[in-house]
């Protein structure tokens, strides 16, 4: 079985502060870890992914996450925040060896960004 | 390229009606997937669909059905309409999704479902 935890459902950052995200996750078998970000009446847009390729992943609008196998952690983070990037933010995993893209979520972290 | 439609955007029902919502994945996708978003729960799958064969469930009654299509497009069915089911419902379409391949699975606006 797999799962996702998200610790924090909300942040608050100033504009230009770090932004970082925790997600733990839990799986029985080698993981596809995604982050995943929702702005309001939206749908989800991928904001990256870790396929096995390489620990660090680099994502769009100028996020990464590094995937630390021992800690069971994919944090997102972002050096310098911008008040755009004021959204829900989703980890979610699926399993390597599934057929199929039934990814199980993490409950959600809404970042706010102030000025 | 047009991304993942959804209809309606939005739905008012009662309570025992039932409803149906469309999903048309981007072109050349094969595998459809839904979701139910709520603030209690957060986001949960129902199942998946590729080459018209329901490949993935999650944990949910049988209330809950769907289809796919032989152009993919997809549907989903919830009857016997329950309070609880208020929800924004998410349909996301990607390639092939096979055992080992990561594809991007692309999200629809979705579907904003009101139980009266």
């Known amino acids: 079985a797999q799962s996702v935890t998200q610790l924090g459902s909300h942040v608050s950052v100033s504009e230009g502060a770090l932004v970082l995200l925790r997600c733990n996750y839990s799986?029985?078998?080698?993981?596809?870890l995604f982050w995943y970000v929702q702005y309001p009446n939206q749908g989800l847009q991928l904001l990256l992914k870790y396929t096995s390729a390489a620990t660090l992943v680099k994502g769009i609008n100028g996020f990464e996450a590094e995937f630390k196998k021992s800690e069971t952690s994919f944090h997102l983070t972002k050096p310098s925040a911008h008040m755009s990037d004021a959204a829900e933010y989703f980890c979610a995993v699926s399993a390597f060896n599934q057929a199929g893209t039934a990814l199980i979520f993490g409950k959600g972290t809404t970042l706010s960004v102030s000025s | 390229k047009a991304g993942v439609t959804q209809t309606p955007r939005y739905l008012i029902k009662t309570r025992g009606q039932q409803v149906t919502l469309s999903c048309s994945p981007i072109?050349?996708?094969?595998?459809v997937s839904w979701y139910q978003q709520t603030p209690g729960q957060g986001l949960q799958f129902l199942f998946e669909?590729?080459?018209?064969?329901?490949?993935n469930k999650g944990n949910f009654p049988g209330r809950f059905s769907g289809r796919q299509f032989s152009n993919s497009r997809s549907e989903m069915n919830v009857s016997t309409l329950e309070l609880g089911d208020s929800a924004l419902y998410l349909c996301?379409?990607?390639?092939?999704?096979?055992?080992?391949?990561?594809?991007?699975?692309?999200f629809g606006p979705g579907t904003r479902l009101t139980v009266l």
């Open positions: 996301a379409s990607s390639l092939n999704s096979l055992a080992g391949v990561s594809d991007e699975q692309f």
């Open positions: 072109s050349g996708h094969r595998s």
């Open positions: 799986s029985s078998v080698p993981p596809y």
């Open positions: 669909y590729f080459s018209e064969t329901q490949r």
